[in-house]
């Protein structure tokens, strides 16, 4: 064996050492990382980053765990000393709040990297999937010529652009299941009524945004649509769609909308025309993803996430959604 066999050419493999993050920056993240490996401290930065007072107080902290008191102050000491938490005495208690500077980091952390991490996909078979694709082309063409044939008031060429920008954007992310062309016949329906829609006519409409559309924005966008009794609408999407709906929150949407309905939920890409056709885009730890249109109100929801959450943690963060929802109704209805 040779030495050029063990060795790679040092001119060849220069350039791409140049990409790596830098010494200095790895050392910094490096030692937050490490901070943030226990589980306790994880899920006290997830309950002060979603408290809805935007602090928590050390009381509240402390019934994460069976732990001492002294544990509870020696896990906040070490998550203040990133840098990622501001405290604040007040007479006997403690109050922790996110800091400024570093709330993209969290919300990054709590919201993209922790969902993904905790995923449990088992590998797929590309070929099995590559070959399933070829097959649904020819039924999505299908749908698009159906959909073209019976939306006679709408560009033909329109609707079936749609229809395949529709499909594209579902199977980036959706398991290729029976229910594909079904979810893209629904999916491309509500782009084509929102490309439609004049937001100075007809109800209201509200369009929820997280991430992954599997869990917050999916369990708001369904207590919206049974509390308003049709007065608003509620839509939801995600930024980076996850694969399905969480289980946690299905079980929820069962009981909220029946389990039809729940069946056939599934995570949405977010579009510009969603955003274009609602009157209220409502952000849920998702950054700023949404394009900016004129005559739309914005407001972001720091709300748990219940892919993550304990059976309690979900009920806790149903019922806050659910106080949010209802005092946004009022101002909805004014």
């Known amino acids: 064996m040779t030495d ?12 791409s050492a140049t990409h790596a993050i830098g010494a200095e920056v790895a050392a910094t993240v490096a030692v ?19 408290d809805p007072r935007g602090e928590s107080c050390v009381c509240d902290l402390a019934e994460l765990a069976d732990v001492s008191q002294p544990t509870v102050s020696h896990h906040l000491k070490v998550l203040k000393e990133t840098g990622m938490l501001l405290s604040e005495r ?16 969290v919300a990054a952390l709590l919201d993209a990297f922790a969902p993904a991490a905790a995923a449990t996909d088992e590998p797929e078979d590309t070929a099995a999937r590559a070959e399933a694709l070829q097959r649904m082309d020819a039924r999505v063409t299908h749908l698009a010529e159906q959909l073209a044939d019976e ?22 992310s959706a398991r290729l299941t029976q229910h594909m062309i079904p979810l893209t016949e629904r999916f491309a329906r509500q782009r084509l009524v929102d490309l439609a829609r004049d937001r100075a006519t007809g109800v209201p409409q509200v369009l929820f945004v997280c991430v992954q559309n599997a869990g917050r924005s999916q369990l708001a966008a369904a207590i919206v649509n049974r509390l308003a009794h049709g007065r608003v609408i509620a839509r939801s999407a995600g930024s980076t769609p996850a694969s399905d709906v969480h289980p946690h929150v299905r079980s929820l949407l069962s009981e909220i909308e029946g389990e039809q309905e729940a069946e056939m939920a599934f995570p949405k890409p977010l579009t510009d025309d969603a955003v274009r056709a609602a009157d ?6 998702c950054g ?16 748990g996430d219940p892919a993550l959450a304990s059976p309690e943690g979900v009920e806790a963060i149903r019922h806050d959604i659910e106080g949010r929802v209802r005092d946004l109704l009022t101002t909805l209805s004014d």
């Not at 050029?4 to 350039?15: G, H, W, Y």
């Not at 990382?33 to 306790?40: C, F, M, Q, V």
């Not at 709040?97 to 570093?102: D, T, V």
């Not at 209220?280 to 730890?285: A, D, L, N, P, S």
Request: hydrophobic share 50%.
């Open 90 to 105: 007040r007479g006997t208690w403690v109050y922790y709040r996110i800091a400024p500077g570093k709330q993209r980091a």
């Open 4 to 15: 050029s066999a063990v060795i790679p050419d040092a001119e060849t493999c220069a350039p």
């Open 280 to 285: 209220v885009v409502i952000t849920m730890g």
């Open 32 to 50: 937050a990382l490490k901070a943030l490996a226990d589980p306790l401290r994880l899920r006290m930065l997830s309950a002060i980053a979603t």
């Open 288 to 303: 700023d993803v949404c394009p900016i249109i004129p005559g739309v109100r914005y407001e972001d929801w720091a709300v």
């Open 151 to 172: 939306l006679t008031g709408m560009n033909r060429e329109l609707v079936i652009a749609i229809v395949r920008e529709s499909y594209a954007g579902l199977v980036r």
